[in-house]
């Protein structure tokens, strides 16, 4: 049985939509950093490679909407969905960063920090080449094509950091903080993995008006109407620019640690 809803009275009932399904993920990563001292400045440098395998197979029994319990006792669906055969895929997602930053105490009342992040987010591929994608076209020029590659390689993600900390007074009492970072986010497996459910390999189909005896032909025969998962080929990373500006002040005459105020209480040490 498919999901039925009936709009005017709230009323879904049936299966769910995506089931049955199994999913298993596996993540691999290499990572390294070093520092280096030399002077007033505090280097860091480092490294990381992601690998990340998506496997998942899913079924879809459909879903048949009513707008009003007239048309359902009528049997006149207002829209239907279902994606005919089970969706497979074998995603492989694959990452590379360096960073490179460096703790510069330009003077004894100033520290500068100076980074910089490179990202590349490599375009996702499918074990079984079953990636199908819709390429735009005048009217009936359109196309499903079938691709190893959705979209244009992510290579060109440089992402700067700098910041400073400043000892306004040189007493240690007053400090302003300050900073700024671009980051990129690296996108999920389910920016593509409905690219598999695309013909041959399935038939996502979208019908509206038809009567529930017609939608047996339409779903399990020749389809009149299919709607296929696309992704711009130029699709980019995400990316969030971030700032902040702040400022901290001591309030008492004295600094304190852990370990003074519990002396200072009598309390044991440790406590």
């Known amino acids: 049985m498919p999901v039925i809803s009936i709009a005017d009275i709230g009323l879904t009932f049936g299966s769910e939509r995506a089931f049955p399904q199994g999913r298993g993920d596996t993540t691999f990563v290499l990572a390294d ?4 001292l030399r002077g007033s400045h505090s280097f860091k440098f480092g490294t990381e490679f992601r690998d990340f395998r998506h496997n998942n197979f899913n079924g879809d029994p459909g ?12 049997g006149t669906v207002n829209t239907a969905a279902r994606t005919v055969g089970t969706v497979a895929n074998r995603i492989t997602q694959t990452a590379l960063d360096f960073f490179a930053q460096d703790s510069y105490k330009f003077k004894p009342y100033l520290t500068l920090e100076l980074g910089l992040r490179y990202a590349w987010n490599m375009t996702p591929s499918e074990g079984l080449d079953r990636f199908v994608t819709l390429v735009p076209g005048a009217g009936a020029g359109s196309m499903l094509v079938r691709t190893d590659s959705p979209y244009a390689q992510n290579n060109k993600n440089f992402q700067p ?7 306004l007074l040189h007493n240690g009492n007053t400090i302003l903080r300050g900073g700024y970072a671009l980051q990129v986010d ?9 690219l598999t459910s695309n013909p041959p390999f399935a038939l996502p189909i979208s019908v509206s008006g038809q009567p529930v005896t017609a939608l047996g032909a339409l779903f399990n025969g020749a389809p ?9 080929p130029n699709f980019k990373n995400a990316n969030v620019q971030s700032w902040n500006l702040n400022i901290q002040q001591q ?7 852990h370990g003074e105020l519990c002396r200072g209480q009598g309390n044991a040490p440790g406590n």
């Open 33 to 36: 950093s070093v520092s280096y």
């Open 63 to 74: 879903a048949l909407t009513f707008n009003t319990t007239t048309n359902f006792i009528n």
């Open 161 to 167: 950091r700098v910041g400073f900390a400043w000892d």
């Open 186 to 194: 690296q996108p999920v497996t389910g920016m593509v993995t409905g």
């Open 224 to 232: 009149a109407n299919i709607a296929p998962v696309t992704i711009d």
């Open 251 to 257: 309030v008492t005459r004295q600094r304190w640690d």
